[in-house]
């Protein structure tokens, strides 16, 4: 460990990505192992092999460090945790949630169901919120959609899109990207209104069948497998009689003629 800490982590490092840093120190470990070590005169790669072998199995399944915490959650649908705030739902406003608290992650659940994943902020006094959470609300009050602070989390094209309407316009246009988020497609968000674009149209029912035709697959049914040939009939019908029904419609027709 004196090793380590002299040679990798010294001066200790700033971190702003807990999984940057942790690749970078895994490639800087791995390039460590090529050293020869100072007392077998062989490469650590070697030894680390060697004693590779006389070790035992790893558990099959990780050993997960967390905590359980519950939490309430206040009136405009935060939760505080440490020093900072988590946007769960203004619609679970009062009710108490239970957080799983990782080093470096937060998820959320109510009645048993999981709500939302937050990656853990060591900050202080900061929010951190999901913009697809309140698209619903937004629908019922459009005008205030570009003022929102979660407003810069959207889709760019969609925050372009949104300031470019008001009024009835952009309710719409809210309306079918609450109905992109409800059915988890907000990846498809920036393409639907690329294609819209591409076709000249920028009213909301031309962008919905540009979502519809991204997001709905079209169905083509396979041929139907028939576990055994089917059996080959050698139909040969008799058409005599239409043929005699045929001489007698013409037969009375020069009749009446």
């Not at 393409?191 to 000249?200: F, M, N, T, Y």
């Amino acid at each position: 460990m004196g090793y380590t800490r002299r040679n990798l982590l010294t001066p200790v490092p700033m971190i702003e990505d807990f999984e940057d840093f942790n690749e970078s120190l895994l490639e800087r470990c791995d390039a460590d192992h090529d050293r020869e070590h100072y007392r077998h005169k062989v490469s650590i790669a070697a030894l680390w092999e060697e004693e590779r072998s006389q070790l035992y199995n790893l558990p099959e399944y990780a050993y997960e460090v967390f905590r359980y915490e519950s939490f309430a959650v206040d009136k405009t649908g935060f939760v505080k945790i440490d020093a900072n705030r988590y946007g769960v739902s203004p619609e679970l406003a009062g009710q108490k949630v239970q957080a799983k608290l990782w080093f470096d992650k937060i998820e959320l659940f109510h009645d048993r169901q999981r709500l939302k994943t937050f990656r853990r902020n060591y900050g202080k006094n900061q929010e951190c919120l999901d913009w697809r959470d309140y698209v619903p609300l937004l629908t019922k009050k459009p005008n205030a959609a570009t003022e929102t602070k979660f407003f810069g989390q959207m889709p760019v094209l969609w925050q372009r899109h949104l300031e470019a309407t008001q009024g009835a316009e952009r309710k719409s246009a809210l309306l079918l990207l609450s109905e992109i988020v409800a059915e988890d497609n907000d990846a498809l968000c920036d393409e639907v209104l690329r294609l819209a674009s591409q076709q000249g149209r920028a009213d909301t029912e031309s962008i919905r069948q540009c979502y519809y035709f991204i997001s709905r697959a079209e169905f083509h049914p396979q041929p139907l497998q028939l576990t055994q040939a089917p059996e080959m009939l050698d139909y040969r019908p008799d058409l005599s009689a239409y043929d005699a029904l045929s001489l007698g419609i013409s037969v009375g027709m020069g009749v009446s003629a």
